[in-house]
């Protein structure tokens, strides 16, 4: 079953056609359907935000009464970049360790990545090179599309700088910004510039059937 959010968040041009469920497969994209649209999958450490991240663009709300992820969530944005539609479909993936496994698997679908860290968290900073690796390991795309974020940047007893994040994201060649899914900031921003992101690059979207994963 899947439940149809139909509320639609704007933000300067970009505007978000919302539908969440929480679903194991790959989902394929109608014939009628003339956007593109991108697996973008969502990594990094657990609690470092993912799921609040997601729950943030999708409803506009944040609550800290949301536990940590079992293996796969989805949700599907219809993100509209200068009058083109753009499909979405984030995929919330477990971070914690027992999990990994399961977590890799959809890398060689994804067209981009979202690897967060916790900047008030040191250590799930340096896990961001374990994730890093994992995508130039288990990744289809060589130059796959990379979002490296510092969530919770609403905190002042930070314990990553943001220099620290924008020197490690050059290093990997990823695309760099901080945001915070508990005030809003930065997150249907993030998005767009994914959306973005995948625009510019001379791949083409692709849909996907038949990929399951049983936890």
């Known amino acids: 079953m899947r439940d149809k959010t139909?509320?639609?968040?704007?933000?300067?041009?970009?505007?978000?056609?919302?539908?969440?469920?929480?679903?194991?497969?790959?989902?394929a994209t109608s014939g009628a359907d003339k956007s593109d649209s991108y697996n973008v999958v969502m990594i990094g450490e657990s609690c470092v935000g993912k799921t609040s991240f997601m729950r943030r663009a999708q409803s506009g709300?944040?609550?800290?009464?949301?536990?940590?992820?079992?293996?796969?969530?989805?949700?599907?944005?219809?993100?509209?970049?200068?009058?083109?539609?753009?499909?979405?479909?984030?995929?919330?993936?477990?971070?914690?360790?027992?999990?990994?496994?399961?977590?890799?698997?959809?890398?060689?679908?994804?067209?981009?990545?979202?690897l967060m860290y916790d900047i008030t968290s040191s250590q799930s900073f340096s896990a961001v090179s374990y994730w890093a690796n994992s995508i130039q390991s288990e990744a289809a795309a060589e130059d796959v599309t990379v979002l490296l974020l510092g969530n919770k940047s609403e905190h002042a007893k930070r314990q990553v700088k943001t220099e620290q994040g924008d020197i490690l994201a050059k290093e990997y060649n990823f695309e760099f910004m901080e945001c915070s899914a508990a005030?809003?900031?930065?997150?249907?921003?993030?998005?767009?510039?994914?959306?973005?992101?995948?625009?510019?690059?001379?791949?083409?979207?692709?849909?996907?059937t038949g990929c399951a994963f049983a936890l």
Request: aromatic share 8%; with cysteine; net charge neutral.
């Open 61 to 114: 709300k944040f609550s800290l009464d949301i536990p940590a992820s079992v293996g796969l969530d989805s949700c599907k944005w219809t993100v509209v970049v200068d009058g083109k539609p753009v499909v979405l479909q984030l995929w919330d993936t477990a971070g914690q360790e027992r999990f990994h496994s399961i977590t890799r698997q959809v890398f060689h679908k994804a067209q981009a990545f979202l």
């Open 6 to 27: 139909p509320e639609k968040l704007v933000h300067r041009n970009i505007r978000l056609d919302q539908e969440s469920g929480s679903q194991l497969s790959f989902g």
């Open 183 to 208: 005030t809003g900031e930065n997150v249907i921003e993030a998005l767009e510039a994914v959306a973005r992101y995948l625009l510019l690059k001379p791949v083409s979207a692709v849909t996907f």
